[in-house]
């Protein structure tokens, strides 16, 4: 959830609302791909790749203030897209990241009596004879529900206990809310499917079912108790990870009655200098844990936001643990499948040694890349990538020439864009929890390095995975010495195909070069001969109007062509 940051109450949309609410979503939606598809298709097209290069920061920012507006106002889901947007400084520019960032404690609180209509409903009892004490104002709101602290009869106190705990309600009407919002993002995900920009790497009709999925679990508050159950066993062990317990008799599908476990924000430096507690401590901590959840466990918190963790300082500062991270919101979880998490353990690995070639095996096994994909040349940038970055921190980063950047995308971008890549099932969580993550460490520490945290924790996966190790080498020696016995045969025939000449040597980059090279003139070829027609045709026109009219509708033709030529190339 987030911190409230306004006292009015926003008002809750009726059912007359949903149509009005749905055409307003899909309106925006249509306008911003129309500008996109202007700037980045068509204007490259006509050779005016320029303005769209110039214009694109602007661009930008444009829709990030517009969408932040739009989701300010409607609430629901588009809240929560908001909030992944802002999460992605992988792939998204800084100009809708850093505005699309408040969104994470930009939601309006409900009104208390609305609040207390729907919990009564669902307890079915008047609040004062449930709770000791109920505070009006929240304590935190968020997109689908908002919380307010409360007391515990005393006999219940006792049952339980807990004495101080939170009430979380939903929003009324969320429902409905969802429903509508969920059958926009659909209708969004259909049109982007049929744009081949966007299918080739993700299948979006996919990703959409995949947030519905989540976001219907989300609103399930009796789903969320039992995965905070579930993450609690997980870390039972470990004593830097608490979780709050959960009050059943008083919980339901939309009420959900916790533990009050409210401490220190994990991003509110000077509180924890105050506690006696180093940010810069708590940043490797932090992301042990999340790497805990992703490549042990295969459960993890999908929405580690700063206001969904607390640094709680321990009661006995002689303790070798002085301080845990505490966990709450276990609305959006993730699971990361047997077979996935043992490509993102060897991704990891080969990350924390700079393996280009191991980098490329694991990115195969976890799929992000089809199987037919040819990875000779995106090996080769990831090499360069590690040679030149590896091992640097974020404020290392800051400080390095953007020219190098720039080098650098220049030189393998095309490589990039060609490849088949695609988004498999369940990496949206992964990718929204791994963004946050290092969003929380660089806040807590602006010279975190990430890869101090990430190679300590693969080489304790190494270690743990030695039992494995003599089966590996086994079925390596086995692999080589049946290449070895094939070696004569194989040779044989490569020497028999250079004699008869039909071997082919492949080159995908010169490939890619002479089919751009072979479009560009036809699209000056066409370019040409409609200058040509136009002409014709306005000179004509002077003494033959009919015959003039023909020449310059018939120099459409080639105009079309010319924007067209080379599209499967797209």
Known sequence: MSSVRRDRADPVPGAGDTRARYRRILRFAAWHLAVTWWFELFLPRVGLARIAERTRAKRMLRFAQR??????????????????????????????????????????????????????????????????????TPIAAASLGQAHRARLLPGDAVDTGLDHVVLKVQRPGIDAIVDVDLAALRKVGGWLSHVRLVSDRADMPALVEEFAQTSLEEIDYLHE?????????????????????????????????????????????????????????????????????????????????????????????????????????????????????????????????????????AISDVGVLVPSADTVELERALTHLFGRFGGMGFAELREVDPREFLDFAVEFGDVVRSLPFQLPENFLLIIRAMSLTSGVCSTLDARFNLWDSVEPYAAQLLRDERGNIVQDVAQQAFDAAGMALGLPKRLEGLLTRIEDGSLAVANPRLERQVGRLDRTLQRSASALIFGALLIAGSVVRADDTALGSVLMIVSVVPLLHGLWAGRSGI
């Open 67 to 136: 969408f932040h507006v739009l989701a300010v106002n409607l609430g629901g889901l588009m809240i929560k897209v908001g909030q992944f947007l802002s999460s992605r400084l992988d792939v998204l520019p800084p100009e809708i990241t850093k505005e699309l960032e408040g969104l994470q404690d930009e939601v309006p609180p409900v009104s208390f009596s609305a609040i207390r209509r729907l919990a009564e409903a669902e307890l079915g009892a008047r609040l004062d004879q449930l709770f000791a004490s109920v505070e009006e």
């Open 225 to 361: 108790a039992a995965n905070s159950v579930r993450f609690a066993d997980d870390f039972a062990d470990n004593d830097r990870v608490s979780v709050p317990d959960v009050v059943w008799e008083r919980s339901t599908r939309r009420v959900l009655t916790l533990e009050d476990v409210t401490a220190i924000k994990i991003t509110d430096a000077e509180a924890l200098l105050a506690a006696g507690i180093d940010p810069a401590q708590v940043a490797p901590i932090f992301a042990s844990v999340m790497f805990d959840q992703m490549f042990t466990n295969g459960f993890f918190h999908a929405d580690p936001h700063p206001g969904n963790i607390f640094v709680t300082p321990g009661t006995d500062s002689a303790t070798e643990r002085p301080w845990k991270l505490t966990f709450i919101d276990f609305g959006m979880m993730g699971e990361v499948p047997a077979s996935t998490r043992s490509g993102l353990r060897k991704l990891l690995i080969a990350a924390a040694s700079r393996d280009g070639n191991g980098l490329m095996t």
